[in-house]
């Protein structure tokens, strides 16, 4: 069972540059997740989409994009690469039912931007 | 706004002990509540869930209290064993799509 995908698994990349994470699941989720983990910050919501063809802003969206690209993927793109975006990115999908919401994650990409 | 907060931060137990995590939350009105493993450079992998209406949750050596009103949820871990040595994460989920994270403990099970 593949579950949550995310490539690629570790990334550099320089000051400016761009690139987009890729996240795809397999089992059905109506709602994706882009969060961040930081050292002593913890997780933290970057960009979130309820269903296909829409997203929303999450606590932390500053120097992100989104694309809900169908009910599978959900990438996150960084236009503009810069040091405090060194991060490990992890990708989330959820399930829900009569209100309760089971979450599964990817296992992640670590970026780090020099 | 939910804030997640588990004390302790970090746990060292020798092995065989039992282990009490503790996860509080300002926000009580949440439909479920989650808890996560997360071993090194690692994803994060679901241990329990528990609904806002159970009491608990068992899985295994694994036990999950949630007790709604007073924002609070403990995870048991019994008879510790070195392969227990992880960082648990609880996230209570509220109205709305979004799951809120507490920090973390970090625990360390020694042989």
């Known amino acids: 069972n593949a579950g949550v995908t995310q490539t690629p698994k570790f990334q550099v990349l320089k000051t400016g540059q761009s690139m987009t994470l890729q996240c795809a699941q397999d089992m059905n989720h109506n709602s994706m997740y882009w969060y961040r983990q930081d050292p002593g910050m913890g997780l933290r919501l970057i960009y979130y989409s309820a269903s296909e063809g829409t997203t929303d802003k999450g606590e932390v969206p500053n120097g992100y994009n989104v694309s809900r690209l169908n009910k599978r993927e959900f990438s996150l793109r960084l236009e503009s690469a810069a040091p405090s975006q060194t991060s490990v990115y992890f990708c989330?999908?959820?399930?829900?039912?009569?209100?309760?919401?089971?979450?599964?994650f990817g296992q992640g990409t670590r970026l780090t931007v020099v | 706004k939910q804030e997640v907060t588990q004390i302790p931060a970090a746990l060292s137990v020798p092995e065989g002990e039992n282990l009490v995590l503790n996860c509080s939350f300002t926000d009580s009105a949440i439909y479920n509540l989650q808890w996560f493993r997360q071993d090194p450079g690692k994803g994060l992998t679901s241990l329990l869930l528990?609904?806002?209406?159970?009491r608990e949750q068992t899985s295994g050596r694994l036990n999950a209290s949630l007790d709604k009103s007073s924002g609070r949820s403990t995870l048991y871990i019994a008879a510790s064993q070195p392969g227990d040595s992880a960082t648990y994460l609880c996230?209570?989920?509220?109205?709305?799509?979004?799951?809120?994270f507490g920090g973390g403990t970090r625990v360390l099970v020694k042989p």
């Open positions: 989330a999908s959820s399930a829900q039912h009569e209100r309760i919401t089971e979450a599964f």
């Open positions: 996230a209570p989920k509220a109205a709305g799509n979004k799951l809120t």
């Open positions: 528990i609904q806002s209406s159970q």
